[in-house]
């Protein structure tokens, strides 16, 4: 008997979340107050806000209307 359990997906269904999902790349901790931008990258939210107060991003704000993700995407 195989212990490993089958993640076939259904159309539209995520797959399963790992322990990176939990995880905010900018302070490497678990997400607090998780804000997830539409690539579907998730941050805490302090560290969102820490990131908007950068100079280089608010430029970018006026200019565009919105905020880039870090990652560039």
Not at 32 to 50: I, M, Y
Request: net charge negative.
């Amino acid at each position: 008997m195989n212990d490993e359990q089958d993640y076939t997906l259904s159309a539209g269904a995520e797959p399963p979340l790992h322990e990176q999902d939990y995880t905010c790349p900018i302070c490497l901790e678990l997400l607090l107050r998780p804000v997830k931008l539409s690539c579907d990258h998730r941050f805490c939210r302090g560290c969102w806000a820490h990131v908007l107060q950068g100079r280089d991003v608010r430029a970018t704000a006026r200019l565009t209307g919105g905020a880039a993700c870090p990652y560039r995407c």
